[in-house]
Structures are given as C-alpha cells and as structure tokens.
C-alpha cells in the first residue's frame, strides 16, 4: 500500500482522510477480510479524536484563541524577516545591530510561527525577555526601530496565553495536547490496521489476491491527498498544525 506523512495533514485533514479510508474499507466486506477487529479498533480511535476536536471548536474562546495566534504569528514572522533582511544593509552600523538581534534569534530556532501553542508560547516570551532586559539587544532594537513590533509581539502573545489557559480550564480534556496524544492512537491504530491488510495480501497464494481491489482503492484514495500536500508544499506557506 502507498504511503503517506500523516504528520503533515492538518487536523480537519486528518479527520476526513480517516473516515475516507474507513468508509472505502467497510465497502469492500471487512468481515470477509478478516479486518473487522482492526476496523473497529480503528474507527473507535478516529471517534474519539473527531469528538474531542468538535468540543474544542465548539468553544467560543476558540475563534479567539486562533486570532490570537494568528496576530502572534504575523509579529513574529515580522520581525525575523526585516531583522534578516537587514543583516544585508548597506551602512555597517544597520548591519552591526542587525545581525546581533540575528544571533539571538538563531538560539531559538527557524519556524517560530511553526512550533505547537505552548512551545511558541514560551519561545517569544524568552525573546521578548531577552530583548528587554540585555541592554546590547534593547539597544538594537532601538536602533532599529523594533521597539512597537516587539510591544506587539509580546502584547498578543499575553493575549492568546491568557485566552488558551481560559479554555483550557474550560474544555480540561479537549486542549491541543489531548487531541495530539488522541491523534497519535488513531495514527497506531490507522497503521496496524494498514499492515494487516498488507500481510493478509502478501500471504495470499492464489493469483488473485481478494485484497487487490481494496488496496488498489485505498491507494487511490492516498494519492489524492498526497497531491494535496504536494500543492501546499509547493505554492504556499507552510503553518503549525495546532
């Protein structure tokens, strides 16, 4: 069988790429099959991940949450690409604070924009602290006029802290980190179900495998979505799934 990068689906993706497959393979007799039990298993986990992401949707901190994020994202993203940009600056002095605010950048990695919530969370309040408190980074950032991008930044990261905790506390069992760990047992699950219609094909001695128009439907199925994200990886930015 084909395979995928499942990590590189985002959750909405995710989700409908587990009920496609489901749905294909309950078309073709899992019973016969002998993949009813692994099916179950399968579909079990997948329902326990759509209903903890619907809950989470369904708060009304949600929308905010994910503005919030947003408005961090674009700050950040800012920031590292003018300060990037002017590590190339003509005068040597532009050049000098540039690429110390660079350096520093540097301590914390590419893709800020990209880490989980709670991670990019910690990531720019460590640069904001160190930008406010190291005097030859406070300084650069004067220099160079960051110092309202920086207020921004850290403004929205207060923000979107302050409204995730809210609901967390308010949807305990339905935060990022839940739905990841529920996300990782579908993962296991979606795969032992995948190696086992493998095996059963690969043990079948008769010519024609009765696993043959399965695959060959399941494979279709992950071509599309392996198109999908070849577009995205090609034509537009890539983001966090958060």
Known sequence: MNSIHLPKLRNAEYLQYMKDYAAIIKLNNPAALQIDTKLSDFEMRSSELEDLSKKALASDKTKTVLELDERRDNAINGITGYVQSLTYHFESETRKNAQLLQDNLNIYGTGIARLNYQSETATISNI??????????????????????????????????????????????????????????????????????????????????PYNTLINQLNALIDQYNVLLMKRDSNIPPEELK
């Open 128 to 209: 904001y602290r160190d930008w406010t408190t190291k005097t030859e980074l406070t300084d650069a950032m004067t220099f160079l006029n960051l110092s309202s991008w920086m207020t921004e930044l850290s403004d929205a990261n207060t923000q979107f802290n302050n409204q995730f905790l809210a609901r967390t506390q308010e949807y305990g069992d339905a935060n990022p980190e839940t739905i990841k760990a529920k996300r990782e047992q579908t993962t296991i699950a979606y795969y032992a179900l995948r190696d086992r219609i493998d095996a059963l094909h690969i043990l079948v001695e008769t010519p024609e495998s």
